[in-house]
């Protein structure tokens, strides 16, 4: 089954200093048929104005990636831990027994953001939080994994959950294709760049949620940054 998401389909909030595309259910959002995609709980879209961002709150028990589109976040913690991602960077947060943060807009543009949260594998762990850069040429044509829970991606910002994050770039007229075991899905958003699979043509930012379907072939009608999160479904 492909289920295709419009952006125009999504929830939206505009706060001023946030604008958010809701791809699942999140805050004053509600829709019953988008509550998650297997493990996968949330994926917001976040345009963020210079100078704000989300003042300390807390998390507990889910994994929450967060891969950075335009400008650069800068995160703060009760734990010490500080940083800031940058584009095409993903930062990583396991948010455990409880971990209060904040994310800043430190810079002199708007700061654009994918966050991304699924339910872990595991509860009570003990919480954390890690970046890694990742070069976009090394995931030009191909798969890179940017974060996941699964031994064979060691190279991958490591999460508590059954789940990869990929990400790939393609030139106009090149073809990518990915595998799904039985009892596994995919959700796709494209960070710039529109695609075709089948007859289905996808914009960039659009949701598309695949579940049994053995595999997916996409093919990039503009230059292509595409993210998909393989997930275990019901």
Do not use: C
């Amino acid at each position: 089954m492909i289920d295709h998401r419009p952006l125009k389909d999504l929830g939206h909030a505009d706060h001023g200093w946030l604008n958010a595309h809701h791809h699942f259910s999140f805050a004053d959002y509600h829709r019953a048929d988008r509550m998650g995609f297997g493990g996968l709980r949330v994926w917001n879209d976040d345009r963020i104005a210079p100078g704000t961002g989300f003042p300390p709150h807390p998390h507990r028990d889910m994994e929450i990636m967060t891969y950075v589109r335009r400008g650069a976040i800068s995160h703060e913690d009760h734990l010490g831990n500080r940083g800031r991602t940058e584009v095409g960077d993903v930062q990583v947060m396991s948010a455990g027994t409880g971990i209060r943060h904040a994310e800043v807009n430190r810079e002199k543009e708007p700061t654009e953001i994918f966050q991304i949260w699924v339910q872990p594998n595991r509860l009570g762990a003990a919480p954390r939080w890690e970046n890694r850069q990742f070069p976009t040429g090394d995931r030009q044509g191909q798969w890179v994994a940017l974060a996941s829970g699964q031994p064979q991606h060691p190279q991958a910002v490591a999460i508590y959950a059954d789940a990869t994050l990929w990400a790939a770039n393609l030139l106009p007229g090149q073809t990518i294709s990915h595998d799904l075991p039985p009892g596994r899905g995919a959700y796709l958003v494209a960070a710039r760049g529109s695609y075709r699979i089948g007859e289905l043509q996808v914009q960039a930012r659009d949701g598309l949620a695949v579940s049994g379907e053995p595999r997916i072939e996409l093919h990039a009608l503009e230059p292509l940054e595409l993210l998909l999160l393989d997930v275990v479904v019901p």
